[in-house]
């Protein structure tokens, strides 16, 4: 949470993809109702998202829209519905809010679908494999032509 908008562009792109990949995970596994890693407060480790007194940005007190709970009655998305969300009581946040962790949510989501994660898992070797045996192939091959053995 910490680096989500540092002023280092190289950790801030990285840490954003990071993000970015973990909620599309989690949107395609439908475990994407969570926010923050422990729940919303830890959007308190960001400078943005800070309610310390020290914090002047607009998103202060808030969450981001990943946070947010959809409402089927709007067509165009809210993007700014988290904000000032955690200056109210902690009762309220459910209604605008998922206030479960995504560590928790994907604790709960990995078991239901291990099958499918170890399916993945082996696929994404074997093609690691195959790819290994392809370039040793053509370490051989390339070996074999500057030792003047034309094949």
Not at 76 to 88: F, K, L, M
Request: with cysteine; net charge neutral; hydrophobic share 40%.
């Amino acid at each position: 949470m910490h680096y989500y908008r540092s002023s280092n562009a190289g950790v801030s792109c990285w840490y954003k993809y990071l993000l970015f990949s973990y909620n599309i995970v989690l949107w395609l596994a439908g475990a994407n109702q969570c926010c923050g890693a422990y729940g919303p407060e830890d959007w308190d480790l960001n400078a943005y998202f800070n309610c310390s007194g020290s914090s002047y940005s607009r998103e202060k007190c808030g969450v981001p829209l990943s946070c947010c709970v959809p409402d089927p009655a709007q067509s165009v998305i809210n993007t700014q519905c988290g904000y000032d969300v955690r200056t109210r009581l902690k009762s309220k946040w459910d209604d605008t809010i998922f206030t479960k962790g995504c560590i928790q949510a994907l604790e709960g989501w990995l078991p239901r679908n291990i099958y499918i994660v170890a399916g993945i898992f082996i696929a994404i070797s074997l093609l690691q494999l195959f790819a290994i045996f392809v370039a040793r192939t053509l370490i051989s091959d390339i070996e074999a032509v500057k030792a003047g053995h034309h094949f």
